[in-house]
């Protein structure tokens, strides 16, 4: 053997006993200063950056070309407008398969996934208890259209867990449920008018088009063209976290109902003070109008009875939806007895759906309740979820960025953008083109997220602490690139 290579032979052995606490890579780099300073530096700042690249070449040919088929075939290519990517840019990728707290896109690509198909995946993707249940009921039928013991099941464990609830109505989704509510309000207070916030989502109903979240702000459209001037007539809109602004509007209109996201999520995430709360409640008890929570994405999310649960305020009618249905379309509205009666064919307030009830829905989401009962649950939530946001927010931080944000149990966001974030209009300052470029190398690393800065993000009880730690790791080097 040459001297020269038995002098590298000796070194590498040198530099991987003094580095075994660091890894080999670091012991290469000792190795490497030592017969040559300048090619160490070199070698060190080549391993940043490949660790800064995708571990490998994010290949996305499957789902291009199925998503351009899909073009041809649907609007946009989707069936709800926000998976598009349409604010973030590049093509969204198309979904095999999902498990746990996983997703796969048809090209293998693996993520871990932070929108848990936008709420309803709490337990985690495709539960095997979930999904043995299924299989048992899909055995006994998939739709009735008659009444099934499974309905009264569920309707008890909402009732038993909502504090506002004395009885439910079961519907196909949280927009309907929300239809059904507003035709509700009116004919329980014999008013029109209702109050709604900027940024807030209740479903694509007419009435509920204006200055609204979701997919709304995404696209950046202010109204949708189709909705008669009739329709949103009776829609009054106040800012988020302003009793004055809503106290303005109900003392001078005879307001059937205040409806709002107890936790916005539909303009990112966008948390309530609770005197916020508390004043909405007192304002609509004084004008005589109904307080509504619209608890389709909070609701068993962010507490097992929901936002008022978690507020300790109590609306008169609630709706729910996502979690309710472990997956499967599904939506509800309930509140207090005497209001509820007046659904038909209790009484003569007119909702109807074929499906509504349906076996399937009400099996997976009393077995997700069922689990979501289970002591130590939420503060498992709570947990991963602050240890999500506040690394991302230190990363962030850390890389000269700002970013707000925050969480409730299993429900975050941020925003590219100085704190604080109270309602739409301070949402809607935020950099939407950096968030843009973060969006996609996160993606392109493992990581999906909601392709819109107006949308919040969701845990589940599947996320593990590896989990959390390699998204922190990965939204790092990200950061440090932006």
Not at 207 to 229: E, H, I, K, R
Not at 428 to 448: I, N, P, Q
Request: proline share 5%.
């Amino acid at each position: 053997m040459s001297t020269f290579w038995l002098s590298l032979a000796c070194l590498l052995w040198s530099a991987q006993v003094r580095g075994v606490h660091q890894g080999p890579s670091d012991a290469f780099s000792k190795m490497l200063l030592a017969l040559n300073p300048a090619n160490a530096r070199s070698s060190s700042s080549n391993a940043r950056a490949a660790r800064a690249a995708p571990a490998k070449a994010f290949v996305t040919e499957k789902s291009d070309a199925i998503f351009a088929e899909a073009k041809t075939l649907m609007p946009g290519g989707v069936s709800s407008p926000v998976r598009a990517f349409k604010s973030v840019g590049g093509n969204p990728v198309v979904v095999e398969k999902v498990k746990g707290a996983y997703m796969w896109d048809v090209d293998g690509n693996k993520y871990i996934d932070y929108v848990g198909t936008w709420g309803p995946a709490i337990i985690g993707h495709a539960d095997d208890v979930v999904l043995d249940a299924l299989k048992k009921q899909l055995d006994s039928g998939t739709s009735f259209g008659a009444p099934c013991a499974l309905e009264n099941e569920l309707a008890k464990m909402v009732i038993e867990a909502v504090p506002s609830v004395e009885m439910v109505r079961f519907t196909n989704s949280g927009t309907e449920a929300c239809m059904g509510m507003l035709r509700l309000v009116r004919a329980f207070t014999k008013r029109e008018k209702v109050v709604k916030f900027e940024g807030c989502y209740h479903g694509h109903a007419d009435s509920f088009l204006v200055q609204a979240g979701s997919g709304v702000a995404t696209l950046g459209l202010p109204d949708s063209p189709g909705v008669p001037s009739g329709a949103t007539a009776t829609t009054l809109c106040a800012e988020y976290n302003n009793l004055e602004s809503v106290e303005a509007l109900v003392k001078d209109n005879d307001v059937a109902a205040v409806i709002l996201e107890p936790v916005v999520g539909n303009s990112g995430f966008i948390a309530p003070t609770k005197e916020f709360l508390e004043g909405l409640r007192e304002l609509t008890t004084k004008y005589g109008a109904l307080l509504v929570f619209d608890e389709v994405m909070t609701g068993f999310r962010i507490a097992y009875g929901g936002a008022q649960e978690h507020f300790g305020v109590t609306p008169d009618v609630t709706c729910m939806g996502k979690v309710i249905g472990g997956g499967l379309p599904v939506g509800a509205y309930g509140g207090r007895k005497d209001i509820m009666e007046l659904v038909a064919p209790a009484g003569p307030m007119y909702q109807a759906g074929t499906l509504s009830g349906n076996p399937l829905a009400m099996t997976a989401g009393i077995e997700t309740m069922k689990r979501l009962k289970q002591p130590g649950t939420y503060e498992q939530l709570d947990r991963i979820t602050g240890k999500l946001i506040n690394g991302i927010l230190d990363a962030a931080k850390e890389a000269g960025h700002d970013v707000c944000g925050g969480h409730i149990s299993a429900m975050f966001g941020f925003f590219f953008r100085k704190c604080p974030v109270n309602n739409f209009k301070d949402a809607s300052g935020s950099d939407t083109e950096k968030f843009a470029k973060w969006h996609r190398m996160m993606l392109e690393r493992g990581v999906y997220l909601a392709p819109s800065q107006y949308e919040a993000g969701f845990t589940s009880l599947a996320h593990t602490d590896e989990d959390i730690e390699k998204t922190i790791a990965i939204a790092k080097e990200v950061f440090a690139q932006l």
